[in-house]
């Protein structure tokens, strides 16, 4: 199953869309498609995909032999409060740790504390004596017969999952082990979740919130990939089947069932890991990938050739205490609801979804969304969208604007849909800035790569906003998702708490753990089938200064785990946090003592890759492609720009190619699934791999 030769698919499951890539070796081409999202059941739409890839391809189902397989399923779940009832037990005395939280105040100005995101309400959370202390040694013995009690109440109250979080279960993991095993013994009916397997880490709020939410997540995902496997198994699909983690590496089903906290950000995973491939393409270290989908955008940034990761996220205000791609996701996409506020317009971050959907999408929705306002505004051509088989009602779009924007602002329907667009812009705008000022970094030093649905239509516009000068606007740049997590491999995170001083005293204890985690990456890895030459383990410490509250991720590429691990070691080790800190934070103190908190394995399992430099143009179907509906020569479309009409040029991408003239804005750049509109004052040329390079020529806004 890790060989070159093999049909792989990779499926991005979104909120409104589901987009898939295939790739197949005998041909050696690669195809995508879009089909819409089937939120009532994600895995019919992604039967759907299957089907019509395959069709396309001119394979059968049974010719797949690798699924690849991201989703927005876990997120949702938890955004939507769609979990099973969950309890925790945990160390008598610390029931509340979860409502204590670290007394952050978000806002500072407030009178009072801003209400805490609870999933397990107190009569659910238990405490049950017991303690182990911070070196692992018991203190005090598991009451079990009071755990017993417990469990007699968990089956009145009818719970489902249950997480158990004791007290430093990190250093000793016994107790939380012996818990389990009662548990399942009296009720084996209960989704059953404990610390030390989901994040064995320090810090008792992070790491129960991280284990509450895998617990409650189990049911949910295990659910899914159970209706999952058995439609692939009606369907005649034999391929292996990896689900797409947080951290942008593969997880086997038997893994992302037993932890599903590592899906919660799955999809736009795929978009980081293509960032990453795009900026190493080009040699552009500085990128900021745009996804606009139909449902949200999400924001990963490149940064002198590394695409940012963190041990800890949160989501919906509920920490996360796992290895994940660096993302921020905000509501603000191609389905996305405008709205007025109190007299003000307000556009997000509520969706239409894929069901109804935008009002053109004729299916029932009667809110006017951003792509309402782009359909209304002339930039989506009605003749040449054909996304999923839809037909656009774009008079329905202007409609919608007209009644519930227009009219109450005493607005023209133009007027209030190009507001409908700056508003959108803003808040895309808006995140990017945060998010490259929270790294210290200016705008004017990245470029933009829009890609998804809807990016290519507001890239030009958000750039300007941003001070950016340069986009480049990918192949496949609607399934650019897709085509990132098709070239994935699997991939196990394993960690140790220690936190100790990074002395020569420490080497001993760092060379225990560092051979322990090397055994079980490597052990792991083998059970999957990966022999020496397809496997690649790596470290990292978790690195602070003494006194300090947080950590950073550093590094340790002189340590392999194959061999001892000596002084110099360390010393490399410690040089390249004060390096790291100082290009963090501009100021490093390499006299002042360096800890030690968490010593972190990576180990990845290659598959076979599917290398794809210099793409051909990717042809689609008659049915779904924009060329079905247009001659291939330039002509013109009518567009609302600057609030007035403009006949712009429109081209189809599939007739740019290397070495042709720039060309000037403003022109509509068409292909399947998505459009690039071109502002004045910029110029487009297309440059390796079929993507195109727009560079800002001018002081102009559209």
């Known amino acids: 199953m890790h060989a070159e030769a093999s049909v792989r698919v990779s499926v991005d499951i979104g909120g409104t869309f589901t987009d898939l890539h295939l790739y197949d070796p005998a041909t050696d ?18 039967i759907n995909g299957l089907q019509g890839i395959t069709g396309l391809a001119g394979l059968a189902l049974s010719d797949i032999d690798l699924i690849l397989h991201g989703s927005t399923i876990a997120t949702n779940a938890v955004l939507e409060r769609k979990l099973p009832r969950g309890a925790l037990i945990t160390t008598q005395g610390f029931r509340d740790v979860l409502e204590i939280g670290r007394h952050i105040r978000r806002d500072v100005y407030t009178l009072r504390a801003e209400d805490r995101s609870l999933l397990v309400p107190r009569q659910w959370r238990y405490g049950v004596s017991e303690r182990v202390t911070a070196d692992g040694s018991i203190q005090t013995p598991l009451d079990e017969v009071a755990l017993h009690r417990i469990i007699d109440d968990l089956v009145k109250e009818k719970i489902e999952a249950v997480a158990i979080v004791f007290l430093h279960g990190y250093r000793n993991p016994v107790h939380e082990q012996r818990a389990a095993e009662i548990i399942n013994e009296r009720a084996p009916h209960l989704s059953v979740t404990t610390s030390y397997l989901s994040s064995p880490e320090i810090r008792e709020f992070e790491r129960t919130s991280t284990t509450v939410l895998n617990a409650m997540l189990r049911p949910v995902i295990s659910g899914y990939l159970e209706r999952l496997t058995g439609r692939l198994e009606q369907s005649g699909i034999k391929a292996s089947l990896y689900l797409v983690q947080s951290n942008g590496g593969l997880a086997t089903p038997k893994d992302a069932a037993k932890l599903p906290a590592k899906l919660l950000l799955s999809g736009p995973a795929g978009g980081a890991m293509a960032m990453a491939a795009l900026s190493k393409r080009h040699g552009m270290t500085n990128l900021v990938g745009f996804d606009m989908g139909g449902t949200s955008s999400d924001i990963s940034v490149v940064r002198d050739g590394q695409i940012g990761e963190t041990a800890e996220s949160s989501i919906d205000g509920l920490p996360v205490r796992l290895p994940m791609v660096e993302i921020r996701t905000i509501g603000a996409g191609g389905g996305s609801i405008a709205r007025l ?14 069901e109804p959907g935008p009002v053109c999408y004729q299916r029932g929705g009667q809110n006017p969304t951003v792509t309402d306002a782009n359909a209304a505004l002339g930039r989506i051509d009605a003749s040449a969208f054909k996304t999923g088989g839809m037909q656009l009602d774009v008079q329905a779009s202007s409609d919608a604007i007209e009644k519930n924007i227009a009219q109450p602002l005493g607005f023209s329907a133009g007027h209030a849909a190009s507001g409908i667009l700056d508003v959108a812009t803003a808040n895309m705008a808006g995140a990017i800035r945060l998010s490259l000022f929270e790294k210290g970094a200016d705008p004017s030093d990245f470029s933009l790569a829009p890609f998804g649905g809807a990016a290519g239509l507001h890239a030009c516009a958000v750039a300007q906003e941003l001070g950016i000068n340069k986009i480049v606007f990918p192949a496949n740049a609607s399934t650019l998702s897709a085509l990132g997590i098709l070239q994935a491999d699997l991939r196990y995170d394993l960690s140790e708490s220690l936190l100790m001083p990074a002395t020569a005293a420490a080497v001993s204890t760092l060379a225990t753990a560092v051979g322990k985690l090397y055994r079980q990456a490597a052990g792991l890895l083998a059970a999957n089938g990966f022999n020496d030459d397809q496997l690649r383990i790596e470290f990292s410490c978790d ?39 100082e290009e963090r934070f501009a100021h490093a103190s390499p006299e002042d003592a360096a800890e030690i908190v968490t010593v972190r394995a990576v180990g990845v399992g290659l598959l076979g890759k599917t ?27 009518t567009l609302y720009l600057d609030n007035a009409q403009h006949k712009v040029p429109c081209i189809l991408r599939d007739d740019l190619s290397v070495g042709d003239a720039p060309l000037s ?38």
């Open 665 to 702: 804005g403003p022109v509509v750049i068409e292909e399947s699934y998505t459009v690039l509109l071109l502002h004045a004052g910029w110029t487009v040329q297309v440059i390796d791999n079929g993507d195109l390079l727009c560079e800002r020529s001018g002081v102009a806004s559209v």
């Open 29 to 46: 081409r690669t195809l995508a498609f879009k089909t819409p999202s089937t939120p009532a059941d994600p895995s019919i739409g992604l």
């Open 611 to 637: 290398d794809l430099p210099n793409q051909p143009k990717t042809k689609t179907s008659a049915v779904d492609s924009a060329a079905s509906n247009l001659t291939g020569d330039k002509r013109y479309r």
């Open 543 to 581: 690195m602070r200064y003494r006194g300090q509250a947080f950590e950073l991720s550093t590094p340790w590429p002189q340590v392999s785990g194959e061999t001892p691990l000596g002084v110099d070691s360390l010393e490399q080790l410690v040089s390249n946090f004060h390096t790291l800190h």
């Open 341 to 354: 506020e109190s007299g003000a317009l307000r556009v997000g971050p509520e969706s239409a979804g894929a």
